[in-house]
């Protein structure tokens, strides 16, 4: 049972929209910031979104990222072959077991 | 270029010990905290622990304290995860990473940017 939720997969269309959420409390999203891990299959992650919305160079800007109280969300628009993947999110807990947390991941099909 | 590489994995039994290592090289590894991540087969990413630039402070997951200790040699750029009475469930791919951290409108950020391409344990009789 992963700290953060997010859904099991999301699927759309090449050229959509789509978005996957991240749900924490107010130990962990709540007052720290989100970061976003885009991983393929037998390769390791790959930092995708920092401090929320932030996206490292390289990073094509259909990534984006964005948070709201205890939630966060990652948005890819423009949907590619190439972008079906596994995506996490993370964070910092700040609880009495404080340390670093993910979601349970997203796996994305793009149809 | 910026590279970490793990080493030290492979097939040890319940009760046993490893100690894996990850060598950094391209940047300077005594200005980070580096972290350690793992993932269970078809499973999702599990942190592991994380230690300061001087090795003075040290955060671990509930599930590995008292048996992982994390450390790191910064004359040898090399981080080390020190595993003592492995079990089944330790079996996974161990990620080494490299953290950036701080504070921004009292809010703390964290994040991992450079990643290892993992080593593989498996725990097995």
């Known amino acids: 049972q992963s700290v953060l939720t997010q859904p099991p997969s999301v699927s759309a269309a090449p050229g959509q929209r789509v978005t996957i959420s991240c749900s924490g409390s107010s130990s962990n999203i709540g007052n720290n910031y989100v970061s976003w891990y885009q991983q393929f299959p037998g390769t390791a992650p790959k930092l995708l979104i920092y401090d929320n919305n932030k996206r490292p160079s390289g990073i094509p800007d259909r990534f984006s990222g964005s948070k709201s109280g205890t939630s966060a969300t990652l948005g890819i628009t423009g949907l590619q072959t190439g972008d079906e993947a596994n995506y996490y999110c993370?964070?910092?807990?700040?609880?009495?077991?404080?340390?670093?947390?993910f979601g349970g991941g997203t796996q994305l099909t793009v149809l | 270029e910026v590279h970490l590489v793990e080493s030290g994995g492979g097939l040890v039994q319940p009760g046993g010990s490893l100690r894996l290592s990850c060598v950094a090289s391209g940047f300077t590894l005594s200005s980070y905290w580096m972290n350690w991540v793992r993932q269970a087969p078809g499973k999702g990413l599990e942190w592991v622990a994380n230690?300061?630039?001087?090795?003075?402070?040290?955060y671990y997951v509930d599930s590995v304290k008292g048996r992982f200790t994390i450390s790191r040699d910064n004359t040898q750029n090399s981080l080390y995860l020190q595993m003592n009475s492995l079990r089944a469930e330790d079996t996974a791919v161990y990620y080494c990473a490299r953290e950036t951290n701080g504070y921004k409108s009292s809010r703390y950020y964290y994040y991992m940017d450079v990643w290892g391409k993992g080593t593989t344990v498996t725990v097995s009789s």
């Open positions: 230690i300061q630039q001087d090795g003075s402070e040290k």
């Open positions: 993370g964070t910092w807990d700040s609880s009495l077991s404080a340390g670093g947390v």
